[in-house]
């Protein structure tokens, strides 16, 4: 990371949900990188728990902002895929990602598409197949285990064993250039365990480990993305990012669970003296 580090995320607004991009733009930027967006979509609320939200799709805008960005010659040190609008943007993404990518630039996906054993309305098996090559372009990729069951055409349940996550991982590995952190493993009673895997050096492969809350809310994945990203771009090893971004998201789901009228996303914004402390701890 140097003063200049810039990182792109490219996911939808959704003006009100606290997801995706005013998720992810925040917390980035917190950890004192500039980050820049771009849009897939731009919805009134996102997708889960709400009814009749607006939905518009900025897939053709994709190839003519790329267009400007290839005149003013803005590159990016690493690029972080989230939610995305449509199948087709996906084909966009990956010329994004091949025109505009730093060389030895950095790429996370985050295929978020599906939870609990369902996909988010309006996705299906054809885009989590065509997620699945935009995820071989990542060099880290940050599945559920819903996703990653989509992805490997598996079927999904509640709770796998540790063998299962471990084996489950592995077979993640066609889908990455690079690292897979699988979340969701919940074998335990009291902790949720997150598997890192590293494809180059499969002996290395570990399951990073924080303490279980018990509830369930939206958004949590966007919060974990995020703050992985932001802990990874500036230098720190996955299972370190891994490590403080179920940290961080632990706080904000802490936050959030005393307020039954706050179900549609979790409160980050009070953990940001938690972020601060550890940045400050890390120099
Ligand atoms: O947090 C994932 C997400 C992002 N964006 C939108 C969504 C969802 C999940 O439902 O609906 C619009």
């Known amino acids: 990371m140097t003063d200049t580090t810039k990182i792109l995320t490219i996911q939808d607004i959704s003006c009100y949900?606290?997801?995706?991009?005013?998720?992810?733009?925040?917390?980035?930027?917190?950890?004192?990188?500039?980050?820049?967006?771009?849009?897939?979509?731009?919805?009134s609320t996102h997708t889960s728990g709400f009814k009749d939200y607006t939905f518009r799709d900025l897939t053709e805008d994709l190839p003519a902002i790329l267009e400007h960005w290839e005149k003013e010659e803005i590159y990016f040190d690493a690029i972080y895929t989230g939610y995305i609008g449509s199948i087709k943007q996906l084909d966009y993404i990956k010329d994004i990602i091949e025109s505009r990518l730093k060389d030895g630039g950095q790429v996370y996906v985050d295929p978020a598409m599906a939870d609990f054993g369902e996909f988010y309305y309006g996705f299906d098996q054809e885009f989590a197949d065509k997620m699945g090559e935009l995820c071989k372009l990542g060099d880290y990729i940050l599945p559920n285990t819903t996703e990653a069951c989509y992805l490997l055409h598996k079927p999904w349940k509640p709770e796998f064993t540790k063998n299962e996550m471990l084996?489950?991982?592995?077979?993640?590995?066609?889908?990455?250039?690079?690292?897979?952190?699988?979340?969701?493993?919940?074998?335990?009673?009291?902790?949720?365990?997150?598997?890192v895997l590293d494809k180059q050096d499969s002996f290395d492969t570990q399951i990073v480990y924080n303490d279980r809350i018990d509830y369930v809310t939206h958004g949590t994945g966007d919060v974990f993305a995020s703050s992985f990203v932001g802990a990874s771009v500036l230098g720190n090893s996955p299972c370190k990012s891994a490590k403080f971004a179920g940290e961080f998201t632990k706080k904000a789901i802490e936050e959030t669970i005393g307020d039954p009228t706050h179900t549609y996303g979790v409160k980050f914004e009070k953990v940001f003296p938690f972020l601060y402390e550890w940045l400050k701890s890390q120099q």
């Open 17 to 43: 949900g606290q997801c995706s991009i005013t998720v992810a733009l925040p917390i980035i930027s917190s950890f004192g990188i500039e980050t820049a967006i771009l849009p897939s979509a731009v919805l």
């Open 167 to 195: 084996e489950m991982a592995e077979q993640l590995k066609e889908f990455t250039n690079r690292y897979v952190i699988l979340k969701g493993d919940n074998h335990t009673k009291d902790k949720l365990g997150m598997i």
